[in-house]
């Protein structure tokens, strides 16, 4: 007979009825995208690192508030992320160095001495970093960790129509840093 594998949600729900070691599963599935939205956010691997560690720190601490009629695991776990990176900006901005970072990152994207070897990717990467926080998180949940419009509604708590056309300016203003 082969292992039924159990969705998200039951899992979820039985970390929350207090078997914590369900939860590795979960850090299996969800950590390395979970570690590319933070990247993707903040062009930083160390704060990345940091941020997915402090993600399923607090889904451990909030896990009883998981409450699977309002939403998938999914949409939780993406909207405690989003809730972390935000926590995370707000602590940068008060650092008087706080563009020092992207500039480094602007400058390792224009000496080639980022691990890709394709331009274009670069080129993107550093259109990216050029959109507002927000544009940017739209563009990383939808088009780099594939979430669905809906599922963005819940997270941030916005219509879908008003995500659409958030994501469709944010693609426009992605596009006109690309090519510019």
Not at 22 to 48: C, G, I, M, Q, V
Not at 104 to 131: F, P, S
Request: hydrophobic fraction near 35%.
């Amino acid at each position: 007979m082969l292992p039924v594998e159990l969705s998200d949600e039951k899992i979820m729900l039985r970390v929350k009825e207090g078997h914590l070691s369900e939860l590795t599963e979960l850090f299996d599935r969800y950590h390395l995208k979970l570690f590319n939205f933070f990247w993707k956010l903040t062009f930083d691997k160390p704060a990345s690192e940091d941020l997915t560690q402090t993600l399923f720190y607090r889904v451990m601490k909030y896990r009883l508030t998981f409450n699977v009629e309002q939403g998938s695991f999914k949409s939780w776990v993406y909207r405690m992320a989003r809730n972390i990176h935000v926590d995370f900006c707000n602590e940068q901005a008060k650092r008087p160095d706080r563009y020092k970072h992207a500039e480094e990152h602007l400058e390792r994207l224009a000496d080639g001495g980022e691990r890709y070897n394709e331009d274009h990717l670069v080129q993107l990467d550093a259109a990216l970093l050029k959109l507002d926080p927000e544009q940017r998180e739209l563009i990383v949940m939808s088009r780099y960790q594939g979430l669905k419009y809906d599922e963005i509604s819940q997270i941030k708590d916005i219509s879908v129509p008003a995500i659409k056309v958030r994501i469709h300016r944010a693609i426009k203003e992605l596009r006109q840093y690309y090519f510019t």
